[in-house]
């Protein structure tokens, strides 16, 4: 799926099966919710935290996935709501990275 359609997708599951968009301060405080989500799984699967039960670490993957997922999911739904072309904007963003740390990231000792 491209981004372009996930975001018609998304669109189309709103207009259809969500009745409609909340609104952008919602969808905004929402999105914080979900990346804190992948935040604390990150934390655990990869940081120094562990843990509660041997359940959670099971499907923790999976949870990951979902709540990445989750985030984009609402992402999206803001960029539709603003007006947003995401696959323009990434394309934009991407070039202005390019140009800025042509040469940064390179020379950068910490990278090595």
Same mark, same amino acid.
């Given at each position: 799926?491209?981004?372009?359609?996930?975001?018609?997708?998304?669109?189309?599951?709103?207009?259809?099966?969500?009745?409609?968009?909340?609104?952008?301060?919602?969808?905004?405080?929402?999105?914080?919710?979900?990346?804190?989500?992948?935040?604390?799984?990150?934390?655990?699967?990869?940081?120094?935290?562990?843990?509660?039960?041997?359940?959670?670490?099971?499907?923790?993957?999976?949870?990951?996935?979902?709540?990445?997922?989750?985030?984009?999911?609402?992402?999206?739904?803001? #960029?539709?709501?603003?007006?947003?072309?995401?696959?323009? #904007?990434?394309?934009?963003?991407?070039?202005?990275?390019?140009?800025?740390?042509? #040469?940064?990231?390179?020379?950068?000792?910490?990278?090595?």
């Amino acid at each position: 799926m491209t981004i372009k359609e996930a975001q018609e997708t998304v669109d189309q599951w709103i207009r259809t099966i969500g009745v409609r968009y909340y609104g952008e301060l919602t969808n905004t405080a929402i999105l914080m919710e979900e990346v804190g989500e992948v935040a604390r799984l990150m934390a655990r699967l990869y940081g120094e935290q562990s843990f509660k039960t041997p359940e959670q670490a099971a499907t923790a993957k999976e949870d990951l996935a979902d709540e990445m997922a989750d985030a984009l999911f609402v992402l999206i739904c803001l #960029a539709n709501q603003t007006g947003v072309d995401l696959s323009a #904007a990434l394309e934009k963003n991407l070039q202005k990275k390019t140009v800025r740390d042509a #040469a940064r990231h390179a020379a950068n000792e910490k990278l090595r």
